[in-house]
């Protein structure tokens, strides 16, 4: 069961800079949904998910993820086109403008956490400038029970306000859109975009850090399910090769979709507490989980519906990236915790646009090794 504790009281935020905001604080899925309505800011579909178009970006933008160098990121960061520097100064003053941004409006606030192990779990605070980036929030990160919450501490803190716009040549960034993250003050700092895979790939990132550098754990952009005798398999693969589709299995239980970590005690655990899957073409007879996962709690993305609110999944109109989002539980075959042991099948998804791979091959030790580092598709 999805736990829906709403804690009743407020928080302030003056710590963080957000003053005299209207906190709407650990808020149920159910009023956030009803909120998003309300606002006009979403529909709810015929099957009671949530419909919401994210705006002028569809997908995260790359060029504009920024990570502050400074004295624990400078010398372990490969810095490059992917991983661009900022400085830390101009952070703080973006920082700065964002909180300023965020005062005096209603911000939703929600204490999450991640890595379902608890020997690795992360608590994050998260706050919105929506309501619906709130519920993904809910979706995505792993929920406290009101136990844990009693003595909730967070460690990393996500201000996202997708209204606030950059300005550039003041502020440092590419364009008006930024996702940065900060090390030092365990901040992840989003902006311009309402896109919300901004967010869960945001704290994906930080794990990307944490991790291998102070955890020696492998982080993995992969799904994973175990079958009957526990055997465990992973999916590795880039966006739309078919992580989330291939580990939905019904004959399996599902560890998790997109993001897990494999640690040197012979385990795997999800960091996540939900699916995000893409639902361009789907059907209930190609992948019946996610087609039945679609129902209240759920957040359609960028999708086309008709005046009676069915969704037309062939219809890319918006975008080709059509997305929902759901905690875990909407999928009825469940690994609970969301742990596993060693891997004993591990698959590497391709979209081979090109045809110059076979359709199933059997690797070598130095095969696997060189595809894992291409990490190819087309």
Known sequence: MVDH??????????????????VQY??????????????????????GALAVNTGEFTGRSPKDRFIVKDDITKDRIWWGNINIPFD?????????????????????VRESYVCADENYKLNIRVINELPWSNMFAYNMF??????????????????NAPGFMAIPEEDGTRQHNFAILDFTKKIALIGGTGYTGEIKKGIFSALNFILPVFKNTLPMHCSANVGENEDTAIFFGLSGTGKTTLSADPQRRLIGDDEHGWTNENTIFNFEGGCYAKVIDLSSEKEPDIFNAIKPGAILENVIMNDAGEVDFEDTSI????????????????????????????????????????????????????????????
């Open 5 to 22: 504790t709403q804690i009743t009281k407020s928080i302030s935020l003056e710590q963080y800079g957000i003053e005299n905001a209207k």
């Open 26 to 47: 650990q808020l149920s899925p159910e009023e956030l949904h009803k909120i998003t309505i309300e606002k006009g800011q979403g529909l709810e579909s015929s099957t």
């Open 88 to 108: 830390s100064d101009k952070f703080d003053k973006l920082y700065n403008k964002v909180v300023a941004y965020l005062s005096n409006k209603e911000v939703f």
């Open 142 to 159: 792993l929920r406290p029970t009101e136990e844990e919450l009693k003595g909730f501490s967070p460690e990393w803190l996500i201000v």
């Open 319 to 378: 975008t080709q990236n059509t997305r929902v989002s759901y905690p875990i539980e909407h999928i009825e075959n469940i690994q609970v915790p969301s742990i596993g042991k060693n891997p004993k099948n591990i698959f590497f998804l391709t979209a081979d646009a090109f045809g110059v791979l076979p359709p199933i091959s059997k690797l070598t030790p130095g095969q696997a090794a060189y595809h894992f580092i291409s990490g190819y598709t087309a």
